[in-house]
């Protein structure tokens, strides 16, 4: 393989690893809106995952792009580190 070859192929995994995340964070998007349909949970165990998907529904209305991407990383860093 050349250069070129693993440049085009590390470019190809970065748009692919990008899809992934942007429709993984649809998907729990689109569950946490049936979810907390009636606004913030009062009960502890789903404050965590309510703002997970807060997080992730204001990621997704950011103009698709490297901002939109970080936006959707950085709502997964904080996840794990509560």
Do not use: I, N, W
Not at 44 to 63: C, H, M, S, V
């Amino acid at each position: 393989m050349t250069k070129d070859d693993l440049a085009d192929e590390r470019a190809a995994l970065a748009h692919a690893k990008s899809v992934l995340v942007e429709s993984a964070a649809t998907e729990v998007v689109s569950v946490g809106r049936m979810l907390f349909k009636d606004g913030e949970p009062k009960d502890p165990e789903l404050q965590r995952r309510y703002l997970l998907y807060r997080r992730l529904e204001a990621a997704l209305a950011l103009p698709p792009g490297p901002q939109r991407l970080e936006a959707l990383y950085k709502a997964h860093r904080e996840l794990r580190a509560h």
